[in-house]
């Protein structure tokens, strides 16, 4: 099973109304679909957001869009909450989901959306769906490529980007309790478990954890 993470530039007129309002409005930084529901046989759906920003810009824009029909948002902190929304389905909503079903891929959440308008998510699927998915995608939406491989829920979708290597090294830093507080191994017992110089354990642990501390804040 693989999967590939994408990041889509959809036409303005086929997003989501909030997706634009995340794109325009300095209100809110970042924007996370976190799970979502379809009732069978009914044109409703249930969605759940952590949203960072403004409580009360959000409040209003979505107060506005046509094809909500009732929203709750819960204050996490003072720059974060969640907004639970029920929604009718839209005709564009339904097309893009159908392009996944059709293929028998699932998408991995959370979706960011992102400052620029654009939703950034994980499929899982067979090779041959997921290059069906990016031969077919309407010429109107650029699909580009983060990353791609062998599925494996140990590296989520934060820590993809890691080698093997990386990934090994991290994983031994772990378990030795190189990352506990205070430490309960130094880079020395690292190196031995990894069977390599303690420079190279160093430059594999620093690369490793910039890419995750860079996925986790978003740089």
Not at 12 to 35: C, G, I, K, T
Not at 89 to 107: I, K
Not at 152 to 170: C, I, K, M, N, P
Not at 201 to 216: D, F, Q
């Given at each position: 099973m693989?999967?590939l993470?994408?990041t889509?530039?959809?036409?303005?007129?086929?997003?989501h109304?909030?997706q634009n309002?995340?794109?325009?409005a300095?209100?809110?930084?970042?924007?996370?679909?976190?799970?979502?529901?379809?009732?069978?046989?009914?044109?409703v759906?249930y969605?759940?957001?952590?949203?960072e920003?403004?409580l009360?810009p959000?409040?209003?824009?979505i107060?506005?869009?046509?094809?909500v029909?009732?929203?709750?948002?819960t204050?996490?902190?003072?720059?974060?909450?969640y907004?639970?929304?029920r929604q009718?389905?839209?005709d564009?909503?339904?097309?893009?989901r159908?392009?996944?079903?059709?293929r028998?891929l699932?998408?991995?959440?959370?979706?960011?959306y992102?400052g620029?308008?654009?939703?950034?998510?994980t499929?899982?699927g067979g090779s041959?769906d997921?290059q069906?998915?990016?031969?077919?995608?309407?010429?109107?939406i650029?699909?580009?490529?983060?990353e791609?491989?062998?599925?494996d829920?140990r590296?989520?979708t934060?820590?993809g980007?890691?080698?093997?290597?990386?990934f090994?090294?991290?994983?031994v830093?772990?378990?030795?309790g190189?990352?506990e507080?205070?430490?309960?191994?130094?880079l020395?017992r690292v190196?031995?478990?990894l069977d390599?110089?303690?420079s190279?354990a160093?430059?594999?642990?620093?690369t490793a954890?910039?890419?995750?501390m860079g996925?986790?804040?978003?740089?």
């Amino acid at each position: 099973m693989n999967y590939l993470t994408l990041t889509l530039d959809q036409p303005r007129a086929s997003r989501h109304p909030m997706q634009n309002f995340v794109a325009d409005a300095d209100a809110v930084e970042r924007e996370e679909l976190l799970a979502w529901n379809l009732l069978h046989g009914e044109d409703v759906e249930y969605a759940l957001f952590y949203v960072e920003g403004d409580l009360d810009p959000y409040r209003d824009a979505i107060s506005g869009v046509e094809s909500v029909a009732s929203f709750t948002l819960t204050p996490i902190d003072d720059r974060s909450f969640y907004a639970y929304v029920r929604q009718v389905s839209r005709d564009s909503d339904r097309n893009f989901r159908a392009a996944f079903a059709d293929r028998h891929l699932l998408v991995v959440p959370p979706i960011e959306y992102t400052g620029e308008g654009d939703m950034r998510f994980t499929v899982v699927g067979g090779s041959d769906d997921l290059q069906a998915l990016l031969d077919d995608f309407p010429e109107a939406i650029t699909a580009t490529v983060e990353e791609i491989g062998e599925y494996d829920r140990r590296h989520g979708t934060v820590a993809g980007s890691l080698t093997d290597r990386q990934f090994e090294a991290a994983s031994v830093a772990a378990q030795l309790g190189y990352y506990e507080v205070p430490k309960d191994a130094g880079l020395s017992r690292v190196a031995d478990r990894l069977d390599c110089a303690e420079s190279t354990a160093s430059t594999l642990l620093r690369t490793a954890e910039a890419k995750v501390m860079g996925r986790v804040v978003g740089a």
